[in-house]
């Protein structure tokens, strides 16, 4: 037999530590001298006690060791998984409540340089998948929400749909979208409806899976706030020492790129920018070697030469696109295809259905064109979004990552990888 003192240092915990796992139940002593009430421990109790001791060195609760102590090895391998997934959940929710404290107490401004021509970039190829405003109706021709939109124009706010306003009245008025990439009106977050395909193309089907056929933009029609709508209409910058990410998304796409910095100080912070304002700004921009952004408690502002630009941060909260992203599965198909020759066989087409193999991409039954890659699917596109995606993109091929007919395919620039655009697809009939 062993006295606490002995059997503490044999198992590293300390015998305040056994007294109380004795006093809880989880690990009594082999024999206690009833004159002195002395606990000693047998030598075949080490293996209980390391494991307890390893176990409340993850913090797992008292309730839930005395069910991995006696529990099967497959049984104590899930209950340790499920724990670390609740501490890692309850640690990130740490750390952002600290670092959105810590944004407002620090007195400190946030600064980051960044190459002028690399930030410019980087709105060109992200701005386009924010939302645009709602287009007004006019009295004369109001929008009915019976009529649905047709596949090569937006659908429109109906005549009762609420604007949403701008982040300030001195923001720019958003840019038009060019005609070969137009963005759909918003429905609901993350659930992009491209219109319905004409009679000469195959009809994407309604699917929950898919991108389902438009509703009126309003928010009484499908449930999306003023709050989400202005959201949306709006750039993500998130500032960080180790990258500045800029998102957009009209939930039909979804455009992501990331510009490491030059210098960093300050605590990390994230603001809400107009697409449109940064649009304006992009000549600016790319005209300096080096543009600093600045963030503090009374706003954010560009710098370039001593020259500064006042930003018109737009307070709403942004959709969780980091929890889309990271819900991706590995692609079954993976293909680089010539970006130009796509673009030119989507123009003039509404819906496109495309089957993939690892040496062939054939377009509606028409079109052949070359491809190097792996695995085979049939997918369908609304053309007009697949090109703006393409657009955006660099280089002349361009990487497909297929994860499923019914998920978001990510198009990636095999020329630059900081840049990704996630496109919903259609269901096609047939």
Request: hydrophobic share 45%.
């Amino acid at each position: 037999m062993l006295t606490i003192s002995e059997f503490a240092r044999l198992v590293g915990l300390a015998p305040s530590a056994l007294r109380f796992y004795d006093d809880c139940g989880l690990l009594p002593p082999a024999q206690v001298d009833d004159s002195n009430g002395y606990r000693y421990y047998s030598p075949s109790q080490e293996p209980r006690a390391r494991l307890l001791r390893d176990l409340r060195e993850i913090d797992l609760p008292l309730a839930e060791v005395r069910v991995a102590l006696d529990a099967t090895p497959s049984e104590l391998a899930s209950l340790v998984r499920a724990h670390l997934r609740t501490v890692e959940a309850k640690t990130a929710a740490a750390r952002a409540a600290a670092e959105h404290l810590l944004t407002q107490l620090l007195a400190d401004r946030t600064t980051v340089t960044l190459g002028g021509p690399e930030l410019a970039s980087a709105f060109r190829q992200v701005t386009p998948a924010a939302a645009l405003p709602p287009a007004p109706t006019s009295a004369s021709t109001p929008a009915s929400a019976s009529t649905p939109a047709s596949a090569s124009t937006p659908a429109s706010a109906s005549a009762s749909a609420p604007n949403p306003a701008p982040a300030s009245a001195s923001a720019p008025n958003p840019a038009p979208a060019s005609a070969s990439a137009p963005n759909p009106a918003p429905a609901s977050a993350y659930a992009p409806n491209p219109a319905p395909a004409s009679a000469s193309a195959p009809n994407p089907a309604p699917a929950s899976a898919y991108a389902p056929n438009p509703a009126p933009a309003s928010a009484s029609a499908d449930g999306v706030s003023e709050e989400l709508l202005v959201a949306l209409e709006c750039v993500l910058i998130e500032l960080a020492p180790d990258e500045v990410s800029l998102v957009a998304t009209d939930r039909y796409r979804l455009s992501v790129r990331t510009v490491q910095p030059v210098d960093f100080s300050g605590p990390s912070a994230r603001l809400l920018v107009q697409a449109s304002e940064l649009v304006a700004l992009s000549r600016w921009v790319a005209a300096a070697e080096v543009v600093r952004i600045e963030v503090g408690s009374e706003g954010a502002a560009f710098v370039r030469d001593g020259e500064v630009r006042e930003l018109a941060v737009v307070s709403a909260e942004y959709p969780a696109y980091q929890q889309i992203l990271d819900g991706l599965t590995p692609p079954v198909c993976r293909v680089v295809v010539d970006r130009p020759a796509l673009l030119a066989v989507l123009e003039g087409r509404e819906v496109v259905a495309f089957d993939i193999d690892s040496a062939e991409l054939r377009i509606d039954g028409e079109v052949k064109l070359e491809v190097i890659g792996s695995g085979a699917v049939r997918i369908g596109f609304t053309a007009s979004l697949l090109a703006a995606a393409l657009d955006a993109s660099v280089g002349p091929d361009v990487l497909l990552e297929i994860c499923a007919p019914d998920r978001p395919v990510v198009v990636r620039s095999a020329d630059q990888g900081t840049f990704t655009t996630l496109v919903m697809p259609v269901r096609l009939d047939g």
